[in-house]
């Protein structure tokens, strides 16, 4: 099997019409694929026996294989190269609470995977839409976006009990508030997200603001505005994706 490194770009290594799958069911060179995955490659796409398919790992790695044998709930693929990536926001971390609209949720994360993000938590704040989480539907979406975007990182959400718990995690808070002072633009990502190696946690604030106990809690941590213009939360959301983006 040969061992290849790619770019940070998986476009740049693949065709644009290239269909990737996702496995974690890898080992011994060969690789399972089941339940939905099995489905559309062999339903839907209709694959059969010794078509060659790309398959990623969801940890840095696709894989070109081979299909050996086909069941009636699973197939088994031969791997002969093996293509590596690195993840390049490995320790930044885009935060904001449920949004009002489930399909508006959607979209933001579906958007962020696109662009490249890889590391969502979903807080609880005073002013936010605690109407349960939908981690399960979430996930499939962004693995889904995953695949379509053809990026080899599989996206982790979390989820924080709270702002509080949120702002206690290890690393560097930034804090989107329409009255900072700093635009966030590249130069702003050159000096306080890309300047180090430390966790970058990006915090988008509920539909309905932050609370002022919730202000005066971020008092001291770095601020940033998007523009001078107040945006949809989901717009705030993709538009950090974008500037982010520009370092891939």
């Not at 702003?188 to 990006?202: A, I, M, P, R, S």
Request: net charge positive; aromatic share 12%.
């Amino acid at each position: 099997m040969k061992n290849l490194k790619g770019s940070f770009c998986l476009q740049q290594d693949f065709l644009s019409n290239t269909e990737l799958f996702f496995s974690d069911k890898i080992s011994n060179n060969q690789i399972i694929l089941d339940g939905e995955e099995f489905h559309h490659c062999i339903n839907v796409m209709r694959h059969s026996l010794n078509d060659e398919i790309y398959v990623t790992n969801g940890c840095g790695k696709i894989y070109l294989s081979k299909i050996s044998t086909v069941s009636k709930k699973e197939l088994t693929l031969e791997i002969f190269k093996s293509f590596e990536y690195g993840n390049k926001f490995q320790n930044i971390f885009l935060c904001f609470p449920n949004l009002k609209s489930n399909e508006r949720m959607e979209f933001a994360i579906e958007k962020c995977v696109e662009l490249g993000i890889t590391n969502f938590i979903i807080y609880k704040s005073d002013f936010s839409f605690n109407k349960g989480n939908k981690i399960s539907r979430w996930e499939k979406i962004s693995i889904s976006a995953m695949k379509q975007s053809l990026r080899a990182w599989k996206p982790k959400i979390t989820l924080s009990e709270s702002f509080q718990a949120l702002l206690k995690s290890e690393g560097d808070k930034i804090i989107f508030n329409q009255e900072a002072d700093l635009i966030f633009n590249r130069q702003y990502l050159e000096n306080y997200v890309f300047n180090d190696t430390k966790n970058k946690f990006l915090v988008i604030g509920p539909e309905g603001g932050f609370s002022q106990k919730e202000l005066i809690l971020v008092e001291h941590e770095l601020k940033a505005k998007l523009t001078g213009n107040r945006l949809r939360s989901e717009t705030a959301i993709i538009s950090i994706a974008i500037l982010l983006n520009q370092f891939l």
